[in-house]
């Protein structure tokens, strides 16, 4: 039972340079997020997706992109990347709607650990 | 907005002692609550949530919250640490002003002593 499943794992990038993450969920999940985690600051809400085809801005979404390709997927793009951009990038999905968690638990990737030079 | 306050980022506890960590949120509405666990390069694990209904709420691995209303807190206990749970701890609300997304305090990393 893969749950949510992020790729890559980990990655090094120059700053400048552009990449994607990826995220894909098997619970046919209507919602799904982005986050980004940094020390001593909890987990901040990059993006979301409130079911297929729409997305929203989190908390702290200048410098990303996304897309919700699918039911199941929902990926992660930085254009061009900076060192402030360093950090631990979490995938997230649950059955809530209206891009809210409600009473609804979220489900995490493993996350991908990103470091830009 | 909601916010979350983990009182201590850092508690150490012997092996057998009693595991507090704290949570306070900031609302006027009862939210949803939840306690997430974070072991070494993993995601985050559910370990227990708060709706409505009873406040004292059970999770895995022998923790258990307490929603108090009036104190504005939902404080994470276990009445004896195990070395398996040493691990990072976030508490999270449900923002209901904006659109029941998730708000994570800063969490508490749990260091168990032999």
């Known amino acids: 039972n893969a749950g949510v499943t992020q790729t890559p794992k980990f990655q090094v990038l120059k700053t400048g340079q552009s990449m994607t993450l990826q995220c894909a969920q098997d619970?046919?999940?209507?919602?799904m997020y982005w986050y980004r985690q940094d020390p001593g600051m909890g987990l901040r809400l990059i993006y979301y997706?409130?079911?297929?085809?729409?997305?929203d801005k989190g908390e702290v979404p200048n410098g990303y992109n996304v897309s919700r390709l699918n039911k199941r997927e929902f990926s992660l793009r930085l254009e061009s990347a900076a060192p402030s951009q360093t950090s631990v990038y979490f995938c997230?999905?649950?059955?809530?709607?209206?891009?809210?968690?409600?009473?609804?638990?979220?489900?995490f990737g493993d996350g991908t650990r990103l470091s830009i030079l | 907005a909601q916010s979350v306050t983990q009182l201590g980022s850092h508690v150490s506890v012997s092996e057998g002692a009693l595991v507090l960590l704290r949570c306070n949120y900031s609302?006027?509405?009862?939210?949803?609550l939840f306690w997430y666990v974070q072991y070494p390069n993993q995601g985050l694990q559910l370990l227990l949530k708060y709706t409505t209904g009873a406040t004292l709420v059970k999770g895995i691995n022998g923790f258990e919250a307490e929603f108090k209303k009036s104190e504005t807190s939902f404080h994470l206990t276990k009445p004896s640490a195990h070395m398996s749970d040493a691990a990072e701890y976030f508490c999270?609300?449900?923002?209901?002003?904006?659109?029941?997304?998730?708000?994570f305090g800063a969490g508490t990393i749990l260091r168990v002593k032999s």
């Open positions: 619970m046919n999940h209507n919602s």
């Open positions: 999270a609300v449900s923002d209901l002003m904006r659109g029941n997304k998730l708000v």
């Open positions: 997230a999905s649950n059955q809530g709607s209206g891009g809210g968690s409600g009473n609804q638990p979220q489900h």
């Open positions: 609302s006027s509405v009862p939210p949803y």
């Open positions: 997706s409130a079911s297929e085809g729409t997305t």
